[in-house]
């Protein structure tokens, strides 16, 4: 009888298996490039078969996605334009935005086909009888943000009985515990990339040939609006948290959108 050699070839087999730069080290390389590549490809097909089923059964005709169209949208709205391009996108405009971001929604919108994008503005009275001189955001940034975004989210998911959002755990904070889908006022409310990691979005980006941000290149990892954004300095690859740099040097750390329209005592219609 024969018995074949199935365990590891062993170190003195392999001169050069004792250095990283020896052809065990190349291996164990390739060996975890393969983990990380087939941790994303896996990560891509759950969240495509729960959008599947959310739009074409589930919810059918009954739910939107909001998109910021910031440093990582373009794989939520790339999923999205692969299932249903006519699916409606809301987009909050604020009115604080850089330009860099509606030029960026405008050439990936057109690229991905969609043809649903709905912008959700703030209501124009409120604006002029306490933002006049646009300074809200300074002087108070939960008001600033509960007319700019909040109210604005609310009415436009007025028929809608499901939203979904593209937040992710590792952003840390108040989203480390963040579940797939979950209750949010009247409605529900999905995270399909909820358990991605950062590796699985620059692999994503990166198989489907997506374009990023423009801002991302100058090192904004996180873009909101202009005066409540900063450059990250920081290295998401190496865990650091993404949204680093969004209400710098404030005891703030979100818009207040998901944190439910009755916390805010605001009407869809107004305020
Ligand atoms: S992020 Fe800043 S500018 Fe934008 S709505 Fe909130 S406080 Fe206002």
Redesign the pocket.
Same mark, same amino acid.
């Given at each position: 009888m024969t018995l074949r050699e199935v365990g590891p070839a062993s170190d003195a087999a392999d001169p050069g298996g004792a250095s990283p730069s020896g052809s065990k080290g190349v291996a164990l390389r390739q060996r975890d490039d393969n983990v990380v590549v087939l941790s994303s490809r896996l990560a891509e097909v759950r969240a495509h078969a729960l959008l599947a089923d959310v739009i074409r059964q589930e919810f059918a005709g009954r739910v939107a996605l909001v998109s910021s169209f910031g440093a990582e949208s373009a794989i939520l709205l790339h999923l999205v334009s692969r299932i249903d391009r006519a699916m409606p996108v809301i987009f909050i405009d604020?009115g604080?935005l850089f330009a860099q971001t509606h030029a960026y929604r405008d050439m990936l919108a057109a690229r991905l086909g969609l043809t649903d994008i709905r912008r959700a503005g703030p209501d124009a009275t409120l604006l002029s009888g306490e933002d006049a001189d646009r300074s809200? =955001?300074r002087r108070d940034?939960?008001r !600033?943000?509960a007319i700019?975004?909040v109210a604005p989210l609310a009415k436009a998911l007025e028929g809608f009985d499901a939203w979904i959002t593209g937040r992710k755990r590792f952003h840390g904070g108040d989203r480390s515990g963040l579940a797939l889908v979950e209750a949010d006022d009247r409605r529900v409310k999905l995270n399909p990339l909820a358990d991605w990691s950062h590796s699985d979005i620059e692999a994503y980006l990166r198989r489907h040939s997506l374009p990023r941000h423009p801002l991302v290149a100058e090192g904004f990892l996180s873009i909101? !609006?202009?005066? !409540?954004?900063d450059r990250t300095f920081s290295d998401a690859a190496a865990g650091d948290n993404p949204r680093q740099g969004? =209400?710098r040097g404030r005891d703030k750390s979100e818009?207040g959108i998901h944190l439910g329209i009755e916390r805010h005592g605001l009407k869809a219609s107004g305020m």
């Open positions: 604020t604080r809200l =955001w940034p939960d !600033c943000c700019r975004k909101g !609006c202009e005066p !409540c954004t969004r =209400w818009c």
